[in-house]
């Protein structure tokens, strides 16, 4: 049985006790439509919203207020402003948290997981794990680990390590205003 309530003008209802509204079929709307229409649900102390394992909980008090949302074991947060694919975005999963704001090609990002921390701008990456710290600009990549300090770019290398400091490249120049030392049981230049 459909039936249908029309009322003209505000209409306030009120009950001493609890008001249980249940929908055991399609489902229950709140909808205010019009230039201010508006759905405000007020408590004292809590208002929760809850889907399946997702919820929305808001509680207050003099003394301060907490927002939860909550997705679940498995489940995924996601706020979205701007454009798709090119406003800002916060997601949120079980396992990491990725801030976009821009183009997925050439805006900015950060990702976090509990191994790594990556900040992203257009191609331009600075990782951050237990193994050490990556920057890459273009080609170049810079590496400061345990073991040592790494600079590629192009077909050139430095490596800085306890053992060793090893320079590779095509070409290289040496050049001083004043004077340059080579010191060592052998020294070849060639």
Not at 13 to 24: D, N, P, Q, S
Not at 116 to 141: H, M, Q, R, Y
Request: net charge negative; hydrophobic share 40%.
């Amino acid at each position: 049985m459909n039936k249908n309530h029309i009322l003209w003008g505000s209409h306030t209802t009120t009950a001493y006790g609890g008001v249980l509204v249940e929908a055991k079929g399609y489902g229950v709307d709140l909808a205010a439509t019009g230039l201010d229409g508006q759905v405000n649900i007020l408590a004292t102390t809590q208002v929760q919203l809850t889907s399946g394992l997702g919820m929305i909980s808001v509680s207050g008090s003099d003394t301060g207020s907490t927002i939860c949302v909550s997705a679940g074991e498995v489940g995924q947060i996601r706020q979205i402003v701007g454009v798709p694919e090119a406003g800002a975005s916060l997601q949120m999963e079980p396992e990491s948290i990725t801030i976009n704001v821009g183009p997925l090609a050439g805006g900015a990002s950060i990702t976090m997981t509990p191994e790594s921390i990556i900040f992203k701008v257009a191609e331009n990456t600075l990782s951050i794990t237990p193994e050490g710290i990556t920057e890459t600009v273009t080609d170049t990549i810079r590496s400061a680990t345990p073991a040592g300090h790494v600079l590629e770019a192009a077909d050139g290398s430095l490596e800085v390590t306890p053992a060793a400091i090893s320079l590779e490249a095509p070409t290289i120049e040496v050049t001083g205003d004043a004077m340059i030392t080579m010191e060592g049981a052998l020294v070849n230049i060639n």
